[in-house]
């Protein structure tokens, strides 16, 4: 059975930095993207990056500059940096993996059970 594992999460000052890492575990399944959505409090999740294996990348607009995906495909993970972080950026992060099941040709979304960033002084 495939899970993603996160950590990374915590409390952190304006101005400071983060980085989230996301695993995925199991065997016999292959990835096709993997990346971070994260939900405001009283917002609804929303996209901040993704990544596939040819090292494409999606950047939210709200983090372009500031927040950079990348992945090691031989640990099936990605990882994300997050600079000069903004109150704004408080959310839990949830990583996202599109899967290929072991024997299956169909992708399957996968959710990781999300990592709390607060952004305070």
């Known amino acids: 059975q495939v899970q993603l594992v996160e950590s990374g999460g915590g409390l952190v000052q304006p101005g400071g930095s983060l980085r989230l890492s996301c695993a995925a575990s199991?065997?016999?399944?292959?990835?096709?993207?993997m990346g971070w959505y994260r939900q405001p409090p009283g917002n609804q999740r929303e996209l901040v990056a993704i990544?596939?294996?040819?090292?494409?990348?999606n950047i939210a607009a709200s983090v372009t500059g500031r927040f950079t995906i990348t992945r090691d495909n031989a640990k099936n993970a990605a990882y994300l940096q997050m600079n000069n972080l903004k109150p704004e950026d408080t959310a839990v992060y949830y990583c996202?993996?599109?899967?290929?099941?072991?024997?299956?040709?169909?992708?399957?979304?996968?959710w990781g059970l999300g990592t709390q960033v607060t952004v305070s002084s």
């Open positions: 199991g065997s016999g399944f292959s990835i096709y993207n």
């Open positions: 990544i596939n294996a040819a090292d494409n990348t």
């Open positions: 996202n993996a599109k899967i290929y099941p072991p024997g299956s040709s169909v992708l399957r979304d996968y």
